[in-house]
Structure formats: structure tokens, C-alpha cells
């Protein structure tokens, strides 16, 4: 769900009606944003909060004070004294055994561990631009950014940002990660807050109930709420059990097509996979799959219809002169079928009638460019907007790609994908998706929970290399497939 800032601030207060005292609500969603820091940065390095003198705070001040404990060194910076700061603020102030900045930071070179930066400026208590002396530290925050390496965490909503509308002051602090507490801000959705928002997580407390009828029905993807559709598997579980997942992929010249796609496949948990292959290319995809992929021949597309088959996957570097048979494989197929890449053009070409006329369910992935092409060349200003409307006159489960990859069916929850990072702007992560997502299909995932579960598990995965020493210029597909086990167990972890 997805609140305004008005109802947010009334749902505090209601918790607080109820006889929850504030100390212990910040004492909790303080931990869990130490936790969130600690997910992303595991090796421990020197964090700054820029504190204001609300509440918001206070959750840093706490979040300080446990990774203190884990090892990391902790700097406060705040233009005020400790008399003007809230009096629960300053008894975390008090609590923390850290130095205090009076003046800009200047970090040393070389930096030993990382340095992350706690942007708890503003609270939602706090309305309109940012003034001075606040101003001066979200410009810092940054230029530290830029020039330091430095990592900056919003707590809650970066400092700046609208957090009903996400259009960002100026100035607005330009988050790596946000950490928004109870329930996600509308803003924070919104197209033109992604570049200072960066990676969503959710801080979830028991202490917030779900409120009725409050705001948008709209949802973050969270470990949490997916993996109550994704159960562990039964101790008796065969490849049987686990579906058959045939992806129609690759071309001479787009082996790697196939091979991401496949091994995406297979690593997503289908029980077996295999890949079409069409005569001119068989022997070259055939040399070039993982040994776990049956490569079958096939005269035609079509003739995997003479197959026994859980799930399609099509598309990715299907090539050209396959335009007639694809369609048909989109209209007659009974089964789920993943539709991608190659296979997008052709219906933008061809028309959506034939997705229209599917027998089956249909899950659509376009990135933005191929979503332009299935609207006829209108440019996507709303992106939010465009997902809806498309899902609501076509009966299909639409992903559409981005930096918050976006989910939508007809009469379900518009959902946002929350993991991963700009490493992933690179060709291939989305034919490793596609895999991934016939394999869920395959093993009995509707269209809505397969786009869910494989958008966050390929972001996590990104996420996840990162730490493992890969960089968002040098990512790679192959580090995805890498990484997704680590992705599909930090799912079942609840992890942020």
C-alpha cells in the first residue's frame, strides 16, 4: 500500500493513541535500518548522519548506535546544538558513542571500508524546500557523492523530495538506497524521484497496522510479501514435480541469447529445460548450451506443440523470418507463455489482436523502447499510467522494465519492483528474466507471481555481486546467473 504524507503522519499518531510509546517504535525501526545498511554494505567502514532535530533523527542516532556495535566508526553531523533537538532525538544522541562535526567533513584518503552516509535532515513532519541550514548540508551530502565515494541512505524519504508527488526541491538529496518507513511514500514511485530515491527498501514494524481504505492499493515487491507464494519446496520434490520449460530463443549471431536465457531456466528451478532449436542453427546452439538444456531440433516453431510443455519462454535473439509461426505460437499455445524480446516486435508489428486471442495466459516483458513500439511509437510519460492502462485492455501480465521495474494485470495491486542497481543497464539481463520467469510458470507460478518473484530475485542477484566485488560498469549477465541462488535464499531470508 502507499500512503501520502498527510495519512502517514495521522497513522503515527493512531499508533501512538494505542499506547505504543515513541521510544520504543524508533528503538525498532532504528535496528532494522542498521539492518538495511548492513545488507548492502556487510563489511563495516565509517557512517555519517546528518541529523536534524526530529524524530527522523532519532531512527539514525539508533541505527548508529547498533552498527557501532557491528564495528563502524560514526561521525554525527548537525547544525544544531544538542538543547535543540527533540528531546527523544537527543536522548539517542546521548546514547551514541560517536564524534561530533561542527564543520563539513573532509574524509581521508584512503577510506578504509566503505562510507555511508544517513540523510535524517527531514521527516514528513516537515513540509516545502529546504532551507538553510539544512540546504547547505544536503548539497554536501551530495558532492561527497560525487567526489568521495561516498553512499548516501534516506531515511525514510531523501531530504528535498515531495514525498506525495516525488518532484525534488532544490535542492534534494540524491539517494544510493531509501529506507521508508512503515508504508511507502507516493512519491517515491513516482518517474521523477527514481534518480534521488535509488534502491527502495521497506522498515516494517508490527506496531503498523494495515490501514482500511487509506491509500493507494499499489504494492512494493518485498521479500516478505513473496515469498508467501513461494513455499519451500516438499522434501519428496522430483524434476517431475518442477515443471518442463522450453525456451525458443537464439539465432546465428544471438547464441548468447539462448545460453542466458536457458541457464536462466535452469537456475530459476525448472524441473527440465530444454531449447528449440530451428534447423540453420542447431548445431551452434547445440555446442553452446550448458550441458543441464536439451537441445531438440525442430522443423518449425510450431512443432513444440508436439512437446509436452509447462511453460514458454520466446523471443530472445529469435532473429527475423520467423514472424507467422511466432504469432501462431502466441495464439495457440495453451500453456503460459513468456513473451520477450524478438517476439515483442513481431506482435508491435503484427498487432496486439494476436496476443488478444492467446489461449492461454500471456506475460509480456517489455523494456521501455519495445513498450513504445506495442504502443505504436506514443512516448511513455507516465510509466505507472502506461502499465495500467495496457493491462487493463489487453488480458495479459505486463513487466515493464526500468529502474522500478513495474508489474501489471487486470484488477490486481499495481506492483514495483525494488531491487536492483544501474549495473544492470547492460544487454542480456533480460533474457536471463525471461528464463527465470518460464521456469516459475513452469513449476506452477501464475503470470502476476512469476513477474513478482523473477523481477526481484535478477535485481537482488545484481545486488548481491556487488558485494562480491563487481562493479556496476563490469556486471554481467553471467554474474546474475551467478548470484541467483544467493537471490532466490535471500528471498526465503525476508531480506530487504
Known sequence: MLLTRARMLQLEQEIFSRGIPADVLMETIGAKLARFVSQFFPRPGLVVCYAGKGHNAGDALVAARHLAVLGWRVLVRTPFSRNELAALTRDK?????????????????????????????????????????????????????????????????????????????????????????????????????????????????????????????????????LRRDWPPRAFETNKGMCGRAVLLAGSRGTLGAAYLCTAGAVRGGAGLVSLGALPEAYDLLAATMIPEVMVRPLEKLTDIFNFPVDAIGIGPGLGSGQEVRTLRVLREALCPVVVDADALTIVAHAGLQHIDQAKGPRLLTPHPGEMQRLLAGRKIKDRSKVARDFSDQHAVTLLLKGARTVIAQRGLPLRYNTTGHPGMATGGMGDVLTGVCTALLAQGSDPYQAASIGAWVCGRAAEIALTQGASPESLTPTDLLDHLGAAFRSLRAGDF
Open 93 to 225: 544522541f546521548d546514547a551514541l558513542p560517536s564524534s561530533l562535526l561542527s564543520g563539513p567533513f573532509r574524509p581521508s584518503t584512503p577510506q578504509d571500508g566503505p562510507l555511508v552516509q544517513l540523510d535524517a535532515l527531514l521527516g514528513l513532519g516537515s513540509q516545502g524546500t529546504l532551507r538553510e541550514p539544512l540546504a547547505s548540508l544536503a548539497l554536501e551530502m551530495n558532492e561527497l557523492r560525487r567526489t568521495a565515494n561516498a553512499r548516501t541512505v534516506a531515511v525514510d524519504v531523501p531530504s528535498g523530495l515531495d514525498p506525495d508527488t516525488g518532484l525534488p526541491g532544490d535542492p534534494c538529496v540524491e539517494a544510493d538506497f531509501t529506507a521508508t518507513v512503515g508504508f511507502a511514500k507516493t512519491g517515491l514511485i513516482a518517474d521523477a524521484a527514481v534518480n534521488h530515491v535509488g534502491r527502495l527498501g521497506l522498515l516494517d514494524s508490527p506496531d503498523f497496522r494495515r490501514p482500511e481504505a487509506a491509500g493507494r492499493a499499489d504494492q512494493l515487491l518485498t521479500a516478505p510479501l
